[in-house]
């Protein structure tokens, strides 16, 4: 079954300061990734997926992740956070064979101290 | 463009009474989602409408969860009888069509209080 782990709950970094988000997903084919941000009250917004080819993905708000397929792994990376950048992450892994299907990781919340 | 609207925004039941939530898609989006999202937890999808017909529905507590897409546009969600374990923000998310290919846009939410 697939699943998807966030190692961490909450993660405190200082502004400018460079980020990263871990996250390690089971599946037994090539998953479609993806990287959704939660502010406050807020739905959630997508950073940016990953499906195939560069296994480097570009993202809104100068988010860039990293596909590793023998790690499992699709962390989150960002040079310098901003302060408006505290919020909750989640990440999430699709099967192409069940529709639109997602599943979510439990999130890691992030803070950013000045 | 206007994105999913849903309401209401906050709701505060007692076990065992009954609630609706409504969403309205993007216009044009042929596929619909409800996700629940306990505290603490990532969102776990409930059902998927594509049109007005159901592709998913697994993870839907069909004794006291129910929900209806009739004109293929906006749904309602439904929960008779809440229980304490209902509480949590409720998503609805539309995409385009139905692959996991196509980004899903949510919605604000509507966080469900039951006592």
């Known amino acids: 079954a697939q699943s998807v782990t966030q190692p961490d709950i909450h993660i405190t970094v200082s502004e400018g300061a460079s980020l990263e988000l871990r996250c390690n997903y089971s599946?037994?084919?090539?998953?479609?990734l993806f990287w959704y941000v939660q502010s406050p009250g807020q739905g959630l917004q997508l950073l940016l997926k990953?499906?195939?080819?560069?296994?480097l993905v570009q993202g809104i708000k100068g988010f860039e992740a990293e596909f590793k397929r023998s790690q499992s792994s699709f962390n989150l990376r960002k040079p310098s956070v901003h302060w408006s950048d505290a919020a909750e992450y989640f990440c999430?892994?699709?099967?192409?064979?069940?529709?639109?299907?997602?599943?979510f990781g439990q999130g890691t919340e992030l803070s950013v101290k000045p | 463009e206007a994105g999913v609207a849903q309401s209401p925004r906050y709701k505060i039941i007692e076990k065992r009474q009954s609630v609706a939530f409504w969403c309205n898609p993007i216009?044009?989006?042929?596929?619909l989602y409800w996700y629940q999202q306990i505290l603490g937890q990532g969102p776990k999808l409930l059902i998927q409408?594509?049109?007005?017909?159901?592709?998913?529905d697994s993870q839907l507590p069909k004794d006291r969860f129910s929900a209806e897409r009739l004109k293929g546009v906006d749904s309602t969600l439904k929960i008779q009888p809440a229980k304490l374990e209902d509480s949590a923000v409720y998503l609805c998310?539309?995409?385009?069509?139905?692959?996991?290919?196509?980004?899903?846009?949510f919605g604000p939410g509507t966080r469900l209080t039951v006592l």
């Open positions: 216009s044009g989006h042929a596929t």
């Open positions: 998310a539309s995409s385009g069509a139905g692959s996991v290919a196509d980004t899903q846009y």
């Open positions: 409408f594509q049109n007005n017909g159901v592709v998913d």
């Open positions: 990953y499906f195939s080819g560069d296994t």
């Open positions: 999430a892994v699709g099967a192409g064979n069940q529709g639109g299907k997602l599943i």
């Open positions: 599946y037994g084919a090539t998953p479609y």
